[in-house]
């Protein structure tokens, strides 16, 4: 079982350049999300969809755009990276029950991007 | 908008002393309320979690009480491990839920020492 998995676990980028990060979730969640990670600021949400087919902004989204490509995996993607965007990533996922109770959000093991 | 504040850290303890992190936050209505944990080199992972007011979460040793008439959801243990010292995360998910989005406090690193 192996939950919510990323890819790259590690990246290092110039300036200008672009590259996707990868996600899947093999729990048949409906909700996806992207997380950055910088020291004293906690996680910021970057994107996030609630479901196949729909994406959403969340605080932090300038830079950055996503897809949905199906139910399993959300994929991130740096069009022109920059120096700021030097971070470490997380995606999650989370569900319902069947009393459409939500479930906490599980995490994959994060991507640290390096962009120079 | 809705926020999470936690104390800030690091907290460094002896091995077997008593824990609180502080943790408050700003919101409509009743969000759920979350703690996690991260280790070394690693994502987060759930600690705990409250989703109405006067719940108590817990688990290993760890305990949070939501408190809604101080806005607060401080988490403690009885007695720490070096095996605890990680990043602590509070968190909340909006009643409104979003999709189930969370917002996260700055984190507050535990270090424990033999």
């Known amino acids: 079982n192996a939950g919510v998995t990323q890819t790259p676990k590690f990246q290092v980028l110039k300036t200008g350049q672009s590259m996707t990060l990868q996600c899947a979730q093999d729990?048949?969640?409906?909700?996806m999300y992207w997380y950055r990670q910088d020291p004293g600021m906690g996680l910021r949400l970057i994107y996030y969809?609630?479901?196949?087919?729909?994406?959403d902004k969340g605080e932090v989204p300038n830079g950055y755009n996503v897809s949905r490509l199906n139910k399993r995996e959300f994929s991130l993607r740096l069009e022109s990276a920059a120096p700021s965007q030097t971070s470490v990533y997380f995606c999650?996922?989370?569900?319902?029950?069947?009393?459409?109770?939500?479930?906490?959000?599980?995490f994959g093991q994060g991507t640290r991007l390096t962009v120079v | 908008g809705d926020s999470v504040t936690q104390m800030e850290g690091p907290v460094t303890l002896s091995e077997e002393a008593f824990l609180t992190i502080n943790c408050t936050y700003t919101?409509?209505?009743?969000?759920?309320l979350f703690w996690y944990v991260q280790y070394p080199g690693e994502g987060l992972q759930l600690l705990l979690k409250?989703?109405?007011?006067?719940d108590k979460g817990s688990n290993k040793g760890f305990e949070a009480t939501y408190r809604k008439e101080t806005t607060s959801f401080h988490l403690e243990k009885g007695s720490v491990q070096v095996s605890d010292s990680a990043v602590y995360f509070c968190?909340?998910?909006?009643?409104?839920?979003?999709?189930?989005?969370?917002?996260f406090g700055q984190g507050t690193e535990l270090s424990v020492k033999p």
């Open positions: 968190a909340l998910t909006p009643f409104y839920n979003q999709g189930g989005k969370l917002i």
């Open positions: 729990m048949n969640h409906n909700s």
């Open positions: 409250a989703t109405k007011a006067d």
């Open positions: 999650a996922s989370s569900g319902v029950t069947g009393l459409s109770i939500l479930l906490s959000a599980f």
């Open positions: 919101a409509t209505g009743y969000p759920s």
């Open positions: 969809s609630a479901s196949e087919g729909t994406t």
